[in-house]
Nanobody
Framework: QVRLVESGGGLVQPGDSLRLSCAAS????????VGWFRQAPGKEREFVGT????????MYADSVKGRFTISRDNAKNTAYLQMKSLKPEDTAVYYC????????????????WGQGTQVTVSS
């Protein structure tokens, strides 16, 4: 399994931007697709977006489409979630996940997970 560590979370105001990072180690990062998920208090874990092994054709949840961008730098073993125009409803713990065989929307299919980073959007 690849090991994942998220960073970059924090407290921001509505309309602000934030970039989360997901640093991978232990395996060849380019062999893994990366997904981003989030979980708000009292809610189920929610799909945010995924990016394929090569970085092409990322896909996003409708709730973040046009505001969030996923990218990856395989040379740095890192994936990113750039978030713009943040809203209070984006408040959640954000997780990155990776899998060598799956690049879809279902959290249960991802084999490796980070510990999460808190994002709070509040005025």
């Amino acid at each position: 399994q690849v090991r994942l560590v998220e960073s970059g979370g924090g407290l921001v105001q509505p309309g602000d931007s934030l970039r989360l990072s997901c640093a991978a180690s232990g395996r060849t990062f380019s062999d893994y697709a990366v997904g981003w998920f989030r979980q708000a208090p009292g809610k189920e874990r929610e799909f945010v977006g995924t990016i394929s092994w090569s970085g092409h054709s990322p896909m996003y949840a409708d709730s973040v489409k046009g505001r969030f961008t996923i990218s990856r730098d395989n040379a740095k073993n890192t994936a990113y979630l750039q978030m713009k125009s943040l809203k209070p409803e984006d408040t959640a713990v954000y997780y990155c996940a990776a899998d060598a065989h799956y690049a879809g929307r279902h959290a249960i299919e991802f084999g490796s997970w980070g510990q999460g980073t808190q994002v709070t959007v509040s005025s």
